[in-house]
């Protein structure tokens, strides 16, 4: 069946650079908006950021826009989120997710029908 899978997580300081991989099974990768979510400590999950079937349109929050880059290769079926100019507030556990359902840049948590189980991204001051 589906599975999402995070990697690349870890402790980084304030200002650096972090890649996060999400790799995808059970699934037509390329027939699914994908997307990053994060969710911090007492705080609801937050949209990230999303990326179009084959990788032509993409969304991101405003938080992240100018500093975080997603993108996907449909053929290895694996999602990255570039990461730069991290910021201590970016810390969080940072999940994939995949809407098997729309062809919009979704960004409300409960359109995603697949979630991966996370990966820890602290950025120390």
């Known amino acids: 069946q589906v599975q999402l899978v995070e990697s690349g997580g870890g402790l980084v300081q304030a200002g650096g650079s972090l890649r996060v991989s999400c790799a995808a099974s059970g699934l037509t990768f390329s027939m699914y908006t994908m997307a990053w979510f994060r969710q911090a400590p007492g705080k609801e999950r937050e949209f990230v950021a999303a990326i179009s079937w084959s990788g032509g349109s993409t969304g991101y929050s405003d938080s992240v826009k100018g500093r975080f880059t997603i993108s996907r290769d449909n053929t290895r079926k694996i999602l990255y989120l570039q990461m730069n100019g991290l910021k201590p507030e970016d810390t969080a556990v940072y999940y994939c997710?995949?809407?098997?359902?729309?062809?919009?840049?979704?960004?409300?948590?409960?359109?995603?029908?697949?979630w991966g189980q996370g990966t820890q991204v602290t950025v120390s001051s």
């Open positions: 997710a995949a809407d098997g359902s729309s062809t919009l840049l979704n960004r409300r948590a409960y359109e995603y029908d697949y």
